[in-house]
């Protein structure tokens, strides 16, 4: 099974500020990685499939990058419904893995 | 606009078997592949199974032993049984569509299933 390994658990960062996320996969899994994020009490929504591509209607702010076994999100220009918990998934190997999550806070 | 809703009990006692099922609106269940993944209170995700509209199936090896995914075309609905429950079961079950190549989307809301005498 891969691990997904994400960091920080936490980021406190300000409004308007820029967010880096960090997922680590425990062997290669390519280019076949997705972001979700998750608002309290509401399901996951798909951001990110492909390391790097948005998915419908996900605005411009949400970036993905990296290969292989590195990964990143990053959220430029933090708008306050971006506060939440971001997960990263793996569907190079079976079984599916997902990450611990992020959760990024309100400085 | 696909839209996914599961529903089934709430409350399972310990070693019984939990069953819930997913009707998908808004798409015809006969395309692309199905998928329930769970979530433990306050935990991450964990992917259960998936599961394609002519019976083809894949289930984590994690829980292979205990669960079951099935699929009702004619209602456009599948379902997940996961047999001899415990504590540690306790999680919000999401249904989602599996997309191979970008991952799962759309969820259903989820529902909370608690394993408890």
Known sequence: EIVMTQSPATLSVSPGERATLSCRASQSVTSNLAWYQQKPGQ?????????????TGIPARFGGSGSGTEFTL?????????????????????????????????? | QVQLQESGPGLVKPSETLSLTC???????????????????????EWIAYIFYSGSTN???????????????????????????????????Y???????????????????????
């Open chain 1, 43 to 55: 399901a996951p929504r798909l951001l990110i499939y492909g390391a790097s591509t948005r998915a």
């Open chain 1, 74 to 107: 990053t959220i430029n220009s933090l708008q306050s419904e971006d506060f939440a918990v971001y997960y990263c998934q793996q569907y190079n190997n079976w079984p599916l893995t997902f990450g611990g999550g992020t959760k990024v806070e309100i400085k």
């Open chain 2, 23 to 45: 009707t998908v609106s808004g798409d015809s269940i006969s395309s692309y592949y199905w998928s329930w993944i769970r979530q433990p209170p306050g935990k991450g995700l």
């Open chain 2, 59 to 93: 289930y984590n090896p994690s829980l292979k032993s205990r669960v079951t995914i099935s699929v009702d075309t004619s209602k456009n609905q599948f379902s997940l049984k996961l047999s001899s429950v415990t504590a540690a079961d306790t999680a919000v079950y």
């Open chain 2, 95 to 117: 249904c989602a569509k599996y997309y191979f190549g970008s991952g799962f989307d759309p969820w259903g809301q989820g529902t909370l299933v608690t394993v408890s005498s």
